[in-house]
């Protein structure tokens, strides 16, 4: 999980943020998600996750669950030394039994948690880091086309005191 679901739940993320926030987010996604990938150390994601959002970290629990429950019945098992990370998979290649299956494993597992978060996100309306989405669909939206229209309003007001 660390090595392919974790970048792409972070990605998933940085996708479904508001575009004015995507920006910050995306730099402290890419951070974990690159320290994930590389070290295995997933313990930030899984706080920031824990915190921002309760339920999609229920979710990324299942998806570990059903990681291990595939990887336990194809007999694929590498040991790791640190945090199960890609310098750990690299290094106990040799020792692993059946290492090539586990990067399709963890091909279908990272799409499989892009996918799951993202509907998660947009249709069951999961919170994350641009707030609850209900109330950015909801509440912002129509705040934002108020504000657009006050701005249109001004705008003719002012080229009509031009005119005059």
């Known amino acids: 999980m660390a090595i392919f679901a974790v970048p792409a739940i972070s990605a998933c993320l940085v996708l479904t943020a508001r575009k004015g926030t995507r920006l910050v987010w995306s730099g402290c996604f890419v951070i974990v998600g690159l320290t994930s990938l590389v070290s295995g150390i997933i313990l930030p994601f899984e706080i920031f996750l824990l915190f921002i959002s309760p339920p999609l970290f229920l979710l990324y629990g299942l998806l570990c669950g059903l990681s291990l429950f595939i990887t336990w019945h194809l007999d694929v098992y590498l040991g790791f030394i640190y945090g199960a990370g890609l310098a750990d998979y690299l290094a106990l290649w040799h020792f692993a039994a059946k290492p090539g299956i586990l990067l399709l494993v963890g091909a279908v597992m990272?799409?499989?948690?892009?996918?799951?978060?993202?509907?998660?996100?947009?249709?069951?309306?999961?919170?994350?880091?641009s707030g609850d989405a209900a109330l950015s669909a909801d509440i912002v939206?129509?705040?934002?086309?108020?504000?657009?229209?006050?701005?249109?309003?001004?705008?003719?007001?002012?080229?009509?005191?031009?005119?005059e």
């Open 110 to 129: 990272a799409h499989a948690s892009f996918a799951t978060t993202y509907a998660a996100v947009r249709w069951l309306r999961f919170p994350t880091v």
């Open 141 to 163: 939206l129509p705040v934002k086309n108020q504000v657009d229209e006050k701005i249109n309003a001004e705008k003719e007001n002012g080229s009509e005191a031009e005119q």
